[in-house]
């Protein structure tokens, strides 16, 4: 069964630097969200969408911007890091018409390890 | 503010033990719970909980919610080296989108 797929899996960037997470969710699943963890963390909400509409906001800090596109896949755009950005950045989606969503649960993708230098 | 609280936050059993994890949550416009493993990589579904006082099993696991009391349990018989992970209770918030409302996990480690 088609999964989640996040890309890169792994991401070395400098302080100061800019970064581009891309995740394309499970097909027909129309709500992504991104979820920021740290090590020994439980995942953190930073943002979600919905039919390429941002649907709800949590944590994601100013220098962070997102969008999803047509074709639902979305990227997470990440400038000025900070060495406190150093995270596995997991994307997860469902899907959100009320029938099939009662019973969906989130799917994870393998989540990108970004580590800022 | 809502919230999700695991317990213990980690735990140390060998081969065999029976373990309970401790879900609690208090979330507005509550939908459901669930039940995530987390090995080294992705969260990987285990159960979701809609109903109070129903069991959900999946060979030596279970799970349970009781809507009244705000909290859920994971059980783990028989457990193997292979249950070694983080299992993380997410809570799901309705209206609108739904929004997944997650624990702090809990760590458990199965000695041989």
């Known amino acids: 069964a088609a999964g989640v797929i996040q890309s890169p899996r792994h991401l070395i960037k400098e302080k100061r630097e800019t970064a581009t997470l891309k995740c394309y969710p499970i097909p027909r699943h129309d709500t992504v969200y991104w979820y920021q963890q740290g090590p020994g963390q439980d995942p953190q909400f930073l943002i979600s969408f919905y039919e390429k509409m941002q649907s709800d906001k949590g944590s994601i800090p100013d220098r962070f911007s997102a969008q999803q596109f047509s074709d639902y896949h979305s990227e997470l755009n990440m400038s000025s890091l900070e060495l406190g950005d150093s995270a596995l950045y997991f994307c997860?989606?469902?899907?959100?018409?009320?029938?099939?969503?009662?019973?969906?649960?989130?799917?994870f993708g393998n989540g990108t390890r970004l580590t800022v230098t | 503010e809502d919230k999700v609280v695991q317990s213990p936050l980690s735990l140390v059993v060998h081969e065999g033990d029976t373990v309970t994890l401790n879900c609690s949550y208090e979330?507005?416009?509550?939908?459901?719970l669930l039940w995530y493993k987390q090995e080294k990589k992705a969260p990987t579904f285990l159960f979701m909980l809609?109903?109070?006082?129903i069991e959900k099993k999946s060979g030596r696991l279970s799970s349970i919610l009781d809507k009244k009391e705000l909290f859920s349990i994971l059980n783990i018989t028989a457990t193997q080296t292979g249950d070694s992970a983080v299992y993380l209770c997410?809570?799901?918030?309705?209206?609108?989108?739904?929004?997944?409302?997650f624990g702090t996990g809990t760590r458990l480690k199965v000695l041989a």
């Open positions: 997410a809570a799901r918030r309705g209206s609108g989108t739904y929004k997944y409302i």
């Open positions: 809609t109903s109070s006082g």
């Open positions: 979330v507005t416009n509550f939908r459901s």
């Open positions: 997860a989606s469902s899907p959100q018409s009320l029938l099939s969503s009662y019973n969906s649960p989130l799917h």
